[in-house]
């Protein structure tokens, strides 16, 4: 028993040993606060989320506060969390469109923003309440309105870089997504955005290349960033093939049922993924988001036995499309019709995870609302008619009134 009492207590000794050096090790003693601050440039596409760490900050701060500026030296600057660094938000209850403040988190000193938008772009500084900066990010998120997308398996090459005099405009590729399939062919791409390189950039501004920032970056002047507004993310895909990973996934509840209804002598369907049931009304658009994913992942459609790839169905490739997956991977039904009923399939990152079953309907009671894409049409459509109408009714009156004052027409009255 004296043998294992001492490992015991040897092993005792080596954890609390192991727990002092862990202790003693922190990262904001290792990295000490710039005297001058600069800006890190960082880079994103529109409805990424993305994180900004604060890597330095004095001892005695117990709480950080993040602050954003549009442009630097500005008067107008948001604060972005409470005093005392509590701000929690999910990323699940962030929608597109919601304003900064409620698409931010503060976790560990660091911020979180989701679903990034290029009016987000700007300088965010890490401080304290006192308004003292420690660190600063110059973020610039560019929009995917204008993406091209490059097929390489139909030949097409990525675009050429431009240069203006000494200013050298390129795209930079991040790496290539997993293939968004297992077990038949798949695609993957990579995202690329937009960068420069000159040497008249503001020296206030961090950069991991020399004189290379982001197009949207603060640190380009006015005028060059004019010449560079043309070039625009890029989007690169091509195909790909790999097996898939054998998993057992094993539902009791379903698989009692399956036995039990087997037993009766009929086997049912059993979905291999969750599936969620909709009803859509007939002739009105439907967004189909894939649970879980982000634009930076390897998403893809499938439609029962179809497989929806995207150098047919990725926006822009028809301007006519009616079935379309737009660049944030959301499948767009345009105008619903009977032949849309089915499965759709969604995978992310190579894995099928989820099912919609979409059944279409020409019936039935449909609550309006002025968020509907069909409600703000027919109020649009309703308003122009209204405009015209009236504007021929003033024409006709204007004119009657000049007849009548210069007695050049004849009178209609009987």
Request: glycine content about 6%; hydrophobic content about 35%; proline content about 5%.
């Amino acid at each position: 028993m004296n043998l294992v009492h001492t490992t015991v207590l040897l092993w005792a000794w080596g954890s609390l040993q192991a727990f002092e050096i862990v202790e003693k090790e922190n990262i904001f003693q290792r990295t000490p606060c710039p005297a001058f601050l600069m800006f890190d440039n960082a880079a994103y596409l529109a409805d990424m989320s993305f994180e900004l760490p604060c890597h330095c900050k004095p001892e005695e701060v117990s709480a950080v506060v993040w602050y954003y500026q549009k442009h630097l030296g500005s008067s107008h600057t948001k604060v972005l969390t409470d005093f005392d660094g509590r701000v929690l938000t999910e990323a699940a209850q962030v929608r597109v469109g919601s304003d900064m403040l409620v698409r931010f988190s503060i976790r560990m000193f660091s911020l979180l923003v989701f679903r990034a938008q290029p009016e987000d772009s700007g300088l965010y500084f890490c401080g304290t309440r006192k308004g003292d900066y420690f660190y600063a990010y110059d973020v610039d998120i560019q929009s995917s309105e204008g993406m091209v997308a490059t097929f390489k398996d139909q030949g097409q090459e990525p675009f050429a870089d431009d240069y203006h005099g000494s200013l050298h405009v390129f795209t930079t590729f991040w790496e290539w997504t997993p293939c968004d399939r297992c077990g038949v062919r798949g695609e993957q791409w990579r995202i690329g955005l937009c960068y420069l390189q000159s040497p008249d950039l503001s020296p206030r501004y961090r950069k991991t290349l020399p004189d290379v920032v982001s197009c949207g970056s603060q640190a380009v002047p006015r005028k060059l960033r004019a010449k560079a507004r043309d070039h625009t993310p890029e989007l690169l895909v091509q195909s790909c093939m790999v097996p898939c990973r054998k998993t057992t996934m094993t539902r009791d509840g379903v698989m009692a049922i399956f036995n039990y209804i087997s037993k009766a002598g009929s086997r049912p369907w059993v979905p291999q993924v969750p599936v969620q049931f909709h009803q859509q009304r007939l002739g009105h658009g439907l967004i189909i988001s894939c649970p879980g994913a982000r634009p930076e992942h390897a998403v893809a459609w499938d439609k029962d036995h179809q497989y929806l790839y995207r150098t047919q169905y990725l926006k822009g490739v028809n301007r006519s499309m009616r079935v379309f997956i737009d660049h944030g991977n959301h499948l767009h039904i345009r105008f619903t019709q009977l032949d849309d009923r089915g499965i759709y399939y969604c995978w992310r990152q190579g894995v099928r995870i989820a099912g919609f079953r979409l059944g279409v309907t020409s019936r039935g009671h449909y609550k309006a609302s002025f968020s509907d894409p069909e409600t703000h049409a027919a109020l649009e459509l309703t308003l122009i008619g209204y405009l015209l109408i009236t504007a021929v009714f003033a024409t006709i009156h204007l004119c009657r009134c000049c007849c009548y004052l210069f007695r050049c027409c004849p009178n209609f009255s009987p």
